[in-house]
């Protein structure tokens, strides 16, 4: 290579004039107007116009004639002012083009499979097939730096406050997560396996007890699960651990944490302290525990207004201590029949029974489930939305009381788009908070831990866990982010007793307890100090602060939704040999 660069493709401008410079590059695109051949030189910074003049020396421009997009290409030349109809100024370096007066040809490329450009229409699948040349896309260039960036200031804000970053292994024992793990058969141990961690959290409790007192580690952690919208198999955290702390520490440092990526990466202050929703509160008025509170939009209980209701499904739900919701939007009075079965249908996909409707039309309640209310209900009815004059009334009700909230939570989200009812440009800050310790797992038939089982019950409710577990609340702590639930911690267990009772709530027996955490069991025997952590989801994170649609476009080499990836093509049989030293046999599928 003989003509190293001199400048990048982004930087150059009307102050340069008359330099003779040295750029890098790939073709981006070419125009040959016949006379003038142009064109656009492309690296990760900018891209910069060079011209081709017919009368330059020698081969020069019959060379340059036979360049082609992506093509990798040297030029040398001096920097002139476009003429002034050629000025444009959507690019950084529009005020400028360079004549060219000697080329390199550095490398040559197969004509694409797509035009670059193009690339934002493709489907996904031929994206991540050739994900090389979908990263030469300014839009992924600009989310992996922006990925970066956010990785930087982390590492800088919680190393100025004394946090230690921390390598923990990859390959270890299962971590008290609970999602499936991703297993890595053992060749000098055939029979027994590694288990990839789900997060770090018995290392990073067990460095609190070593301690290193702050502890963070940007982390790679894999869960094997049927993955959602905007999952991956393997993902990275912001983990953290700290000790002597409790919830208000946890947050303080928190809080600054955001409100640092917030002014440094979007240039907004946000307000702190964040405000704080129970857990009840959140499912109660949005049917979520990481509510949107972009917009208002809050759900009603009718529960009690319908406790005689004539329409029986209704009676039956309130008498049965079940839940009944509603939603007033007054934006969707208008609502035709088919806008309504198209929610109805999007509700029973879900597993619901469906929505009930009515209006209310000033001091009236028309069509729908209206003509089954009496006096009563409706002079209730109209207080209870008294601030809205005419709107369409959206009703769930189910037995669960949970289930009603959730099902209420997924048709405020959907309405609320389709109404348009979310301001984007807001930035709304929360963190959910007094979680329910446990969950009850009707599949095996016992409490399960809602977060872990190293997560600290609220020390007042400590006396529920062998009578009514289900009312134990935890010392565990979310936050959410327009809803989006980015971060989630907890104040842990440090003390052997509280352990074992925690233990006994979930009906896991010591002899099991030992053989999963054995090793954190121990360790806190030995002068553990009461600690806490939480940790942030990096990925869910950089897609909102790139605003990007996907966690999959901040992400440089993702999989698919369904775990494939593309460009590589894993997963893959293993051969023969390689079993062998494994001591495993595949048994074969098709029977
Ligand atoms: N290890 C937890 C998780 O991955 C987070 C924490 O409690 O710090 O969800």
Redesign the pocket.
């Known amino acids: 290579m003989n003509l190293k660069r001199t400048h990048t493709c982004g930087e150059l401008s009307s102050k340069h004039l008359n330099q003779s410079v040295i750029l890098n590059g790939w073709v981006d695109d070419w125009r040959d107007l016949g006379g003038v051949l142009f064109i656009g030189l492309r690296d990760r910074y900018g891209v910069t116009q060079i011209v081709f003049e017919p009368e330059s020396k020698g081969d020069l421009y019959q060379n340059a004639k036979k360049l082609r997009s992506e093509f990798v290409i040297a030029v040398k030349g001096l920097v002139r002012r476009r003429p002034s109809d050629a000025i444009n100024p959507e690019m950084k370096t529009g005020d400028i083009e360079i004549v060219c007066s000697e080329l390199e040809l550095l490398n040559i490329s197969k004509p694409l499979p797509f035009e670059l450009k193009d690339y934002a229409e493709k489907s996904e699948e031929l994206r991540l097939k050739y994900r090389y040349l979908d990263l030469r896309r300014g839009i992924l260039q600009n989310n992996l730096i922006m990925r970066h960036k956010l990785a930087q200031l982390t590492r800088e804000y919680f190393s100025d406050l004394n946090f230690v970053e921390i390598e923990t292994p990859v390959l270890t024992k299962s971590?008290?997560?609970g999602a499936r793990d991703f297993l890595v058969p053992s060749r000098m141990y055939p029979g027994k396996f590694y288990a990839m961690p789900?997060?770090?959290?018995t290392y990073?409790q067990i460095l609190m007890i070593s301690g290193f007192d702050r502890y963070f580690q940007i982390v790679k952690?894999y869960r094997d699960e049927d993955l959602r919208k905007d999952r991956q198999p393997e993902f990275t955290?912001v983990?953290?651990?700290m000790s002597f702390v409790d919830e208000e520490d946890v947050f303080q440092v928190m809080e600054k944490y955001m409100a640092r990526l917030f002014e440094n990466l979007l240039n907004i202050v946000i307000n702190t302290p964040i405000p704080r929703m129970s857990y009840d509160q959140a499912m109660e008025n949005y049917g979520s525990d990481k509510p949107d509170l972009r917009y208002d939009l809050k759900i009603q209980n009718l529960t009690e207004i319908f406790k005689d209701s004539a329409f029986n499904i209704f009676s039956k739900i309130s008498q049965e201590n079940g839940f009944i919701g509603a939603l007033v939007l007054p934006e969707a009075r208008d609502y035709s029949r088919k806008q309504i079965d198209l929610l109805n249908e999007y509700i029973k996909s879900l597993g619901g029974a469906g929505i009930a409707t009515f209006i209310k039309n000033d001091q009236k309640f028309d069509g729908g489930i209206s003509k089954f209310f009496n006096e009563d209900e409706k002079s209730r009815l109209l207080s209870q939305f008294k601030s809205s004059k005419q709107a369409m009334i959206f009703v769930i009700a189910d037995s669960s009381i949970e289930k009603a909230q959730i099902l209420l939570g997924y048709l405020r989200q959907k309405l609320a788009e389709d109404l348009d009812l979310i301001d984007k440009n807001v930035n709304v800050l929360s963190w959910t908070v007094d979680f329910p310790l446990l969950e009850f797992d009707p599949e095996e038939q016992r409490f399960i831990a809602r977060?872990?089982p190293?997560?600290s019950p609220k020390l007042t409710d400590l006396d529920l866990l062998q009578n009514k577990p289900e009312l134990a609340r935890a010392r565990?702590y979310d936050l959410i982010w327009n809803g989006n639930e980015i971060a989630?911690?907890?104040i842990?267990i440090h003390q052997r007793e509280v352990q074992e009772r925690m233990f006994q709530a979930l009906n896991i027996s010591s002899a099991e307890a030992r053989e999963k955490f054995g090793f954190l069991l121990d360790a806190l025997e030995y002068g553990a100090p009461p600690h806490g952590?939480?940790?942030f989801g990096f990925d869910r994170m950089a897609m909102l602060f790139a605003k990007a649609d996907s966690i999959r476009d901040v992400i440089a080499f993702p999989k698919t939704s369904s775990a494939l990836a593309l460009m590589e093509n894993a997963p893959t049989p293993v051969s023969e040999k390689q079993l062998r030293e494994l001591g495993l046999k595949i048994k074969d599928h098709s029977k």
Request: with cysteine; glycine share 12%; hydrophobic share 20%.
């Open positions: 971590t008290p997560e789900q997060s770090p959290q990073k952690c955290q983990d953290i651990e977060h872990h190293f997560t565990a989630g911690g907890s842990r952590g939480i940790a």
